[in-house]
């Protein structure tokens, strides 16, 4: 987004404190060369409040119902107040994003003996906390940092609601970066078994011995074929996933758990959910799955998406400490369950990020998108 503003009633010969300069260095923002310093402040403040955006960031974007709503009047306001003798501090600090990680980011930054290849990634992560900026504000927002493989609800663009680990694609079926909204919670949720999945299970298939609560659907005609039936035994492998589903019906065992929340229809591949293996996140591995996200806390997750609902009782579960262990919840069927208000989801690949269990600032790059 190019900003072209006019800064009337400046001082006369104004120029850049370096001051501001400096400031924005240890951000990763460089102040252009080209144009009179009046527009370059004006620029510079823009990037320092909402970044520089190429490709880098997103894969896919869902601008139409998460629209950029970038603040201009108020980098004007900004630039004016600085150029006319305004503590270019206090103003600039209004601007900058408010993401509890972001500070800890500007810390690391300005610190000596960082290698080359980690001030890059923090750069990387600086701006695209700037580029989230533009879509403040939100009540409330979902962030999803795939190298981190951490999941985090912030209200009002700063504060922290709710925190927990994820599994993310390994690097041979990666998890895109996109944005978009949050529209539902599917309960006890069917499971469609992914492409990758379908070989193993193919010897039942074709013996007519797959466990309970598997069945095989036709697409043309949504017939059901359960288990026992003969015609499984006729279906070739090549048809699995092109005209036929293979299917699990709704259970605490289910591959999706008891949760999974979905996105926008153009979305849909993608979604979060819980997990039949739950233990999976007492272990270290956070690359597991075929792309979707495997949530540690998603009935928490579930239940904060869905208080604004007077209709909604909270899902219960036993808290297992690196997991949580659905119990009490009495019905045990498919219910679809749309998410009130505008919740929008950020899946970002953020290659440098803030550990608050170690208590600094740590460097991954999972499907190495940026080692060079």
């Avoid at 060369?33 to 990037?47: C, M, V």
Wanted: net charge positive.
């Amino acid at each position: 987004m190019l900003l072209t503003i006019s800064v009337k009633a400046q001082r006369p010969g104004y120029k850049l404190p370096d001051g501001l300069i400096r400031y924005a260095s240890q951000r990763g923002v460089k102040p252009e060369a080209a144009g009179t310093d009046s527009l370059r402040l004006a620029r510079l403040l823009f990037a320092l409040a909402y970044g520089t955006k190429d490709r880098t960031y997103f894969d896919y974007a869902d601008r139409l119902r998460v629209p950029e709503q970038p603040d201009t009047a108020g980098i004007r306001a900004a630039a004016i107040a600085i150029a006319r003798g305004s503590n270019w501090e206090a103003v600039v600090n209004r601007l900058e994003p408010r993401f509890p990680e972001y500070q800890q980011l500007v810390k690391a930054n300005s610190q000596t003996g960082l290698s080359a290849q980690n001030r890059k990634w923090l750069a990387i992560s600086l701006n695209g906390y700037r580029i989230l900026n533009r879509y403040m504000p939100y009540d409330r927002m979902l962030l999803i940092n795939i190298p981190q493989a951490v999941l985090t609800v912030i209200d009002n663009g700063s504060a922290t609601k709710l925190r927990m680990n994820v599994k993310v694609g390994t690097s041979r079926t990666p998890t895109p970066r996109f944005y978009t909204l949050v529209r539902q919670v599917n309960l006890y949720p069917y499971w469609t078994a992914p492409k990758p999945e379908i070989d193993g299970y193919l010897p039942k298939i074709h013996s007519n011995t797959l466990p309970p609560a598997f069945y095989v659907v036709r697409k043309k005609d949504s017939l059901r074929l359960d288990g026992n039936d003969r015609k499984l035994r006729r279906i070739p492998a090549r048809k699995f996933n092109k005209k036929y589903w293979l299917k699990k019906g709704p259970g605490t065992d289910n591959p999706l758990g008891v949760v999974r929340i979905n996105f926008q229809e153009s979305f849909e591949d993608i979604y979060l959910h819980d997990t039949n293996e739950r233990t999976a996140f007492c272990q270290t591995p956070s690359a597991l799955s075929h792309g979707c996200i495997r949530l540690q806390k998603p009935l928490s997750l579930a239940n904060l998406l869905l208080e604004s609902r007077r209709d909604w009782t909270p899902l219960r579960f036993q808290d297992q400490g690196c997991y949580q262990e659905p119990s009490g919840n009495p019905v045990v069927e498919n219910r679809p369950v749309l998410v009130k208000g505008t919740i929008p989801v950020f899946i970002v690949y953020f290659p440098a990020f803030y550990d608050p269990q170690a208590g600094k600032v740590a460097y991954r790059d999972v499907y190495k998108k940026f080692t060079e």
